[in-house]
């Protein structure tokens, strides 16, 4: 299994409940990022992390929302006190920034529901 | 800031015929991107173009980069049903940021 994995899948919570996100990018892959799609439409970026750097938290739209990365590697996003806004598909994706294509390469996604 | 437009936003056309999307980027950016993403699933790497003059082609699909006019295009040749899809272009500054700006994404429905 080469390449990015969600988990979970599916999540259901209830309004004003805490959620994690999980994220293992393809190993060696020095970039990390979240996205968040709404229904039929476009990717909304969240937060990115490159190597050691701060991560560029620039779209993370409330403070309920954070996310961090362990070692380099695997990711969490997590967001408390969750509202009915917050249902989406979350999307992680992972790139080898620093090569000639800087391709991203997209996990299945995480869908969230709250109810 | 890097902004990305494309255009149409949906696009339904008949099998068989020809039709271009198109995106455009807002200030310097030299590597250019197409994902597919069919309904429910994750995106799918298309192309990638990383200079001008770059074109890339797969099947029906071929995707080109002028960046002296920030313009990329997707071109389908004689489109067949199993095209229907949501289709993105996403730009990279060339200021060495690796934040990929994403355009609004075509939908392309397929009619038989």
């Known amino acids: 299994g080469a390449g990015v994995s969600q988990s979970p899948s599916n999540k259901v919570t209830e309004k004003g409940k805490d959620v994690e996100l999980r994220c293992d990018p393809i190993s060696g892959h020095t970039a990390l990022y979240w996205y968040r799609q709404s229904l039929g439409q476009g990717l909304e970026f969240l937060i990115y992390?490159?190597?050691?750097?701060?991560?560029?938290k620039s779209g993370l739209p409330s403070d309920r929302f954070s996310a961090e990365r362990t070692g380099g590697s695997v990711s969490t996003l997590t967001i408390q006190r969750t509202q009915q806004e917050d249902s989406a598909v979350y999307l992680c994706?992972?790139?080898?920034?620093?090569?000639?294509?800087?391709?991203?390469?997209f996990g299945p996604g995480t869908r969230l529901t709250v109810l | 800031e890097l902004k990305v437009e494309q255009n149409p936003l949906f696009l339904s056309m008949q099998e068989g015929k020809n039709y271009t999307i198109y995106c455009n980027y807002s200030t310097t950016s030299d590597r250019l991107y197409w994902y597919r993403q069919d309904p429910g699933k994750s995106l799918e790497s298309l192309f990638v173009l990383l200079s001008n003059g770059a074109v890339k082609q797969e099947g029906r699909l071929m995707a080109s980069l002028d960046t002296k006019a920030r313009l990329s295009t997707l071109h389908i040749t004689a489109a067949v049903h199993d095209l229907s899809a949501t289709y993105f272009c996403?730009?990279?500054?060339?200021?060495?940021?690796?934040?990929?700006?994403f355009g609004t994404g075509t939908r392309l429905k397929v009619l038989a």
């Open positions: 994706a992972s790139s080898s920034a620093g090569g000639s294509y800087n391709e991203q390469f």
């Open positions: 996403a730009a990279l500054p060339a200021s060495g940021t690796y934040k990929y700006i």
């Open positions: 992390f490159q190597g050691n750097s701060a991560p560029d």
